[in-house]
């Protein structure tokens, strides 16, 4: 079946940014979504892209999609104490059987 | 707009009971899918509904079913659990491209 690979975990310095990497194998994919959990919680929709944009910008966050490659990343901006989450991938593809998920990436602060 | 809700967020059954998880979502959504989150699997697509209609399906087997009703609540059944079945039962309500998910509820099968 598809696939979507994340890196498990990444740690990065209050103020700097964030760089969260996404390969996925669905040629046909659609859309493509970065969704944000907190301990206890739900997923929350933080962005998606269309699968014929390269690039979309939501203030603090940058989604960058290289269809060639099936590479998407979402980067945050001056990352905060409050953005430490795990932050999924997840695509929808051509034949609109659900999401299909990554992981996971367990974004973790530093002071 | 008022979110997704789920009821209920916390269940304990034990093996071979059955249960019933319910999901209201987000007013004028008429798509309701369901997802199943276990550390071991991650995130798994289990069915989505629209206008009571099933219109896919995952790969998970017959003891799970759900069912939409006509005001676009739904809800999802286990029968005969299984100490596998612990885990985050997370409901989406869709509008065009976009899922929104609930809370998610939390069931553990001892």
């Known amino acids: 079946g598809e696939d979507v690979e994340q890196s498990l975990f990444l740690s990065v310095r209050e103020g700097d940014s964030s760089v969260i990497n996404c390969t996925y194998t669905d040629s046909s994919s659609t859309y493509l979504y970065w969704y944000k959990q907190e301990p206890g919680a739900g997923l929350q929709l933080l962005t998606y892209?269309?699968?014929?944009?390269d690039m979309k910008q939501d203030q603090r966050l940058t989604v960058l999609l290289n269809k060639k490659d099936k590479h998407l990343s979402l980067r945050i901006a001056d990352t905060q104490t409050g953005d430490s989450a795990i932050y999924f991938c997840a695509e929808r593809g051509g034949g609109a059987d659900g999401l299909t998920f990554g992981k996971g990436t367990h974004l973790i602060i530093q002071p | 707009k008022a979110g997704v809700t789920q009821t209920p967020r916390y269940l304990i059954k034990t093996r071979g009971q059955q249960v019933t998880l319910s999901c209201s979502p987000i007013s004028g959504h008429r798509s309701v899918s369901w997802y199943q989150q276990t550390p071991g699997q991650g995130l798994q697509f289990l069915f989505e509904?629209?206008?009571?209609?099933?219109?896919n399906k995952g790969n998970f087997p017959g003891r799970f079913s759900g069912r939409q009703f006509s005001n676009s609540r739904s809800e999802m059944n286990v029968s005969t659990l299984e100490l596998g079945d612990s885990a985050l039962y997370l409901c989406a309500s869709s509008w065009a491209e976009t899922q929104y998910f609930g809370p998610g509820t939390r069931l553990l099968v001892l």
């Open positions: 892209i269309f699968s014929n944009m």
């Open positions: 509904y629209f206008s009571e209609t099933q219109r």
